[in-house]
């Protein structure tokens, strides 16, 4: 790195230090870009300590996440919490663009200094979704926010696996046909800590809820019971008993905080901070040089990627030399 | 490898080679439990050469894709061509199991010796699932059937990222409302050749055919128009016209074929490949030995994990005997 950009790397932690908000968003914005600063930052601002409430927020598309959220924010914010919201776009992984909608309502919060929002969407780069979100909640924890909220759209396993990032996952549906099924297909009712039923003016609505309360009690007794909210984001209705449960599910975490566990979710994390690390080396050495040849050999279909791949796995020394190779390069 | 082990493997690879259905699925078997095996099966087997049509069904939850291609196979069965089916279970992060519905509709299939069905339900593993997809269809693909059909269900990163195994993608949706706008926010109508808009007796079909072929139009012409076809698969009407989309939309890309395209997926594949291979050797090692100090530090709390990461990463001998160590360990 040369000393100009270090320099600027330098007065811009600074500036997040004291607060600047300019400077949270410009360091997330490298970390979209990948750019090869993120370890330095990531390692400077790593703190886990901070007593950081992360909330996931994840159902089927249409549930009314956003709107509930926009409500959510507000019960928080009339409790003088910081809060930031992270909304992640199943968007095109094309385009890298969002369809607008669900964004705009959460314009009254634009304006406020204590709320923050910044929506992520993919760049179509396999695992780039879930290393992304786990690098900007870290500089979210580390610019002291009081409450993360993480929303997910879709049902897919890469927001399944950004949830892991969340104390509390809370599980959005709607009393449509089929939803309480729909939310077990996708595997939810596992990750769910609360459950919301939205637009709870709708028919079906206790149907619903008592289907999640019968799959809560098949589950057994695991300490915490979810509880099955019924709410109306749209009439701010419900939303006070949301917080309230909120609460509750955090000061259960924080009780419950298992030494052992908490062992094992470092090493964990450690292991896909390592492997990201890996993987984005490896990438950047098979475009930049030093694999050429086999590279080359690939490409032409002369010789097959999983005998390419044994060829360099094999050789210990080829291997370091590659990756820290490629880690000069940059 | 033992040397027993290995003359097991030889006459699974024997099996294999002579149309044995126990040795494919003992195969699949092993890509789902990441066995040690599995660079070894695919270094041999891998073969792109074959002319495999592979077909990506995806859409949201609840669109009729199971019954969709229950239908399809019956018309491909009727041309006696041999049909594979990979269904990929956006499943239970914890448990690992599917919920049963979706899977008994192709009944009729399961005795029929010119069909494989296979389900693939996640394990939690993050980018797991993408690799598991890719190695299966590598062996379907060696296999030598003449279709390969994957299904995704759910709409997120993960899923989409499976997609681009396909030939041809074709996104189901149904005419509910507002079903084309989740489309298009889930990023289907970017990777989409076909459409089906199913269930098309309901009301909305139409408007959802017209939205879908303006937004189809709006991309502009790209060489190959993506055509909204309108389809009862339950009640089996419209389905022959799918199949002869298909076919126009595989003849489609065989004469397409870009030799500069081929290599930038021949290297894409290779870095996926490659990638994936470290990520496997990285756990493995970080689990077994080899970095235990640091492991320690970092599960203790005294190390934050990308100073731990940096301190590997820095030392290219260390991460050359890291890497090989633990494949050695296996």
Known sequence: MSNASNNRLERLLSRFAAGDRLALARLITL??????????VMERLYSRAANVHIVGITGPPGAGKSTLIDRLVSKLRARKQQVAVLAIDP??????????GDRVRMGDHYNDPGVYIRSLSTRGSHGG?????RQIVTLLEAFKFDVIIVETAGVGQTELDIMDLAHTTVVVTVPEGGDSIQIMKAGLNEIADIFVVNKADRDGADRVKAELELNVHLRGDTGWRPPVLLTQAANDIGIETLVQQLDK?????????DPVKECQRRIHEFAEILTDQLEERARDALRNGPAHELVDAVSAGRLNPYAAARHLLDDPSAMGELLSKSAGER
């Open 249 to 257: 599910h955090w000061e259960y975490v924080r009780s419950q905080r």
């Open 129 to 133: 979704l879930s290393r992304a979100a």
């Open 31 to 40: 970390v979209e870009n990948r750019s090869a600063d993120v370890a330095t």
């Open 91 to 100: 968007s095109s992984p094309f385009s890298g663009g969002a369809v607008l």
